[in-house]
């Protein structure tokens, strides 16, 4: 450690490092036969290097370490064991690699501190939407240690500048101005900075977009009446402009907050998705890059909606820094667009945005205390609907009550009990306008159950394979008296566990609950509920009788899910026999990443081979194929053959399968059985 130069490490977290697993491609050669080809100053693959620099002894290729500057993707698990090992020394290596792809290589900066990486930090935190997570994690780690490292920035050109101001303000948002002017070696700049916030550029006027003629734009109302004529709605779209950010040119915030008093809300959010929808189709011109994050000023319900559906169809390296800003977008609108971004963490066809959906979802449960699906659990909408889980529209004359089956799809019945699969036309002697606006609200009702269904129906899926326990209160808020999500969660058997005794029971029509024999079961107040995997159940027939003789149908396999056991011999063993050598189309291999599975590191080719399921206890199951598969060319590669399974722990040794528990294995085993149609 040396004054300008710090490594601070979480607890535990060196030992971690150190024992990361290395990859070496070249494997076949000795740690003599690697070593002697450095000497010589033959090329060796960044990974042999990093394989070499942890093996070898150190006084042999410490020097080596202080002068390699790699430049590859995806090396922060090759470097970590790296500067483990060699502390300080490795630290120009580190920074040069995080520097040259801080996207994948940036994690492996989290312990350092000095005047670069916090510039480096300070740079990515305000100029780099995909890097929050990063820089949220390395400002919480530092934080005011960081601060005398970013005060010599204040002197310097205004980009740099004002890096360090935001940086500073981010840390004071955080510690309290107080203890940033102490730790400051400039305190009288420091406490200025804070009083007035960070310098931006001179603001100039906004210029007006072309493509946002005000005599063509949506009309928009007032609330005392009347609309607000052309020249009005021209004023309105600058101050829209003019407020990109918070700060952008001063008094325009609250010069906009007062025009929409003035204005009808939904008719304000119309104009802003108009205006989008003008700018993204006139090719996205970067001067008028206001008409996104804007949408979070005006927006309403469909706006999050509309957005969310841009967002999980922008494609991955085209257009992901858009989709990044659209995100940031659909989180400035709180509460209400978790579920959506949940959505698309999970469902967006392109990996760079699920990775980043995913980012900011993590953020949003880590600022409030919680895991991201416990999180979503709390904002699932209810849409409206009454206690029942009903909803009753109106015609006028007739009326039509509202329900869901087990996918959350919405049907109506009118008042003689008749089940329809959507709303009428309007008859003669029905009342137009709330005819109109019933069937408006039952088609979005339609989309937005839908979106639900989908992300909920796997969230209680993946709950119950993973065998997560609810407190008995969040239970009942989340799951047994939310009213769109009861319908879900009463065709499923549950489970109450307390002091080691498992009751499973289901939610009955009235939200009371019922045991096996259908009578009334109170579970104690500290019990914890889940959803009950067939397994534990000693007599899944019982309850399937039951739900066939209430005609109770289930939103996925639950107690008709398939069951595995291995055998004594493959409980022994580390790898299964069984699935080796199978030749399978690479639909099915692909088809594993539904269901948990992801893609294992590339080689160096670009080649993955590999997929990994989580195990629990920090445990993977890795499927290792051949010939492996060209992500965008899978064509190339229309059969995989199975080449082994193992089980490994977290320091990557084989472990026998017979180590995991009952529900895994039957999950495990039920995934590789699926490649095989």
């Not at 009808?264 to 205006?275: I, N, R």
Request: aromatic share 8%; proline share 9%; glycine share 8%.
């Amino acid at each position: 450690m040396t004054a300008d130069r710090t490594l601070a490490w979480e607890p535990g977290e060196r030992d971690a490092w150190a024992a990361t697993p290395l990859r070496n491609l070249h494997n076949d050669r000795t740690l003599a036969q690697s070593l002697r080809m450095l000497e010589e100053g033959e090329d060796q693959h960044e990974f042999e290097l990093a394989w070499l620099f942890a093996q070898a002894p150190e006084e042999a290729v410490r020097a080596r370490v202080r002068a390699w500057r790699p430049e590859f993707w995806d090396l922060t698990d090759s470097l970590k064991p790296l500067v483990a090992r060699f502390g300080l020394d490795a630290w120009d290596m580190a920074v040069h690699a995080a520097e040259w792809n801080w996207r994948e290589n940036g994690e492996i900066l989290l312990p350092f501190l000095s005047a670069d990486v916090a510039r480096l930090m300070a740079r990515l935190a305000r100029r780099a939407p995909t890097a929050r997570e990063l820089t949220g994690a390395w400002f919480r780690r530092h934080g005011l240690a960081a601060v005398p490292f970013l005060v010599p920035a204040l002197d310097e050109a205004p980009g740099v500048r004002r890096d360090a101001e935001h940086a500073l303000c981010r840390v004071a948002a955080s510690a309290g101005p107080g203890p940033v002017i102490e730790a400051a070696r400039d305190a009288e700049g420091v406490a200025r900075l804070l009083s007035d916030g960070p310098s931006e550029p001179a603001p100039c006027p906004p210029p007006y977009p072309a493509w946002a003629d005000p005599a063509t734009l949506p009309h928009v109302r007032l609330r005392a009446g009347g609309e607000l004529p052309p020249e009005e709605v021209r004023a309105l779209v600058l101050l829209l402009a003019a407020t990109k950010r918070p700060g952008d040119h001063p008094g325009s915030a609250a010069r906009l907050d007062a025009a929409l008093r003035r204005c009808d809300p939904a008719d304000v959010a119309g104009l802003g998705w108009e205006l989008f929808v003008r700018w993204r189709d006139a090719g996205a011109p970067s001067p008028h890059n206001w008409a996104l994050p804007v949408l979070a000023r005006v927006g309403d319900d469909e706006t999050v909606r509309r957005l969310a559906a841009w967002v999980r169809a922008c494609p991955g390296w085209a257009a992901f820094a858009r989709a990044a800003v659209g995100l940031e977008t659909l989180a400035a609108f709180g509460d209400r667009a978790l579920p959506h971004i949940a959505a698309i963490s999970r469902s967006a066809r392109y990996k760079l945005v699920r990775e980043r959906a995913g980012e900011t979802l993590r953020e949003a449960a880590r600022s409030a205390g919680t895991t991201p699906e416990r999180l979503t659990d709390r904002f699932v909408p209810d849409f409206g609907l009454n206690p029942s889980g009903t909803l009753v529209l109106d015609y006028g004359p007739r009326r039509f009550l509202v329900g869901f089956d087990e996918r959350l799809v919405p049907h109506v019945r009118d008042e003689r009990g008749r089940r329809r699969a959507a709303l009428p036309k309007p008859g003669v002697r029905d009342d137009p306008v709330r005819a109109d606006a019933a069937r408006a609200r039952f088609a979005a009702l339609r989309k937005d159950a839908r979106r639900v269904a989908a992300e909920r129906v796997h969230r209680l899926e993946a709950a119950m394979v993973a065998g997560e326990r609810w407190p008995l209160r969040e239970f009942r808020a989340h799951f047994a008296d939310h009213p769109l999500v009861w319908h879900i969660a009463h065709r499923l058997v549950w489970a109450a566990e307390h002091e080691g005794e498992v009751t499973p029971f289901r939610i009955a029509e009235d939200r009371g609950l019922a045991d096996a024999s259908d009578g009334d079961f109170t579970p104690p107040p500290t019990a914890l509920v889940g959803v009950a995997h067939p397994l534990l159940l000693d007599g899944p027939e019982t309850w399937s009788e039951l739900f066939a003789d209430y005609a109770i149908l289930q939103p996925f396999p639950q107690l008709a899910r398939a069951v595995h056991t291995l055998t004594p011999q493959e409980r022994a063993a580390d790898r299964l026999p069984a699935f080796e050598g199978l030749t399978v189309p690479i639909g099915a291999v692909l088809a594993l990443t539904r269901r948990g599975w992801g893609r294992g590191p590339y080689d160096d080719t670009g080649v993955a081979a590999t997929l990994v399921r989580n195990a629990g206890d920090g445990r993977r199951a890795v499927l290792t194929l051949s010939p492996g598969f060209l992500p965008g060319q899978l064509d190339a590669s229309p059969t995989q053959r199975v080449v082994h399974i193992h089980l490994l722990s977290p320091t990557q040794t084989r472990l026998p399968f017979g180590t995991l528990d009952p529900v895994t294995t039957s999950e495990l085993l039920a995934d590789l059985s699926a490649l095989t149609g």
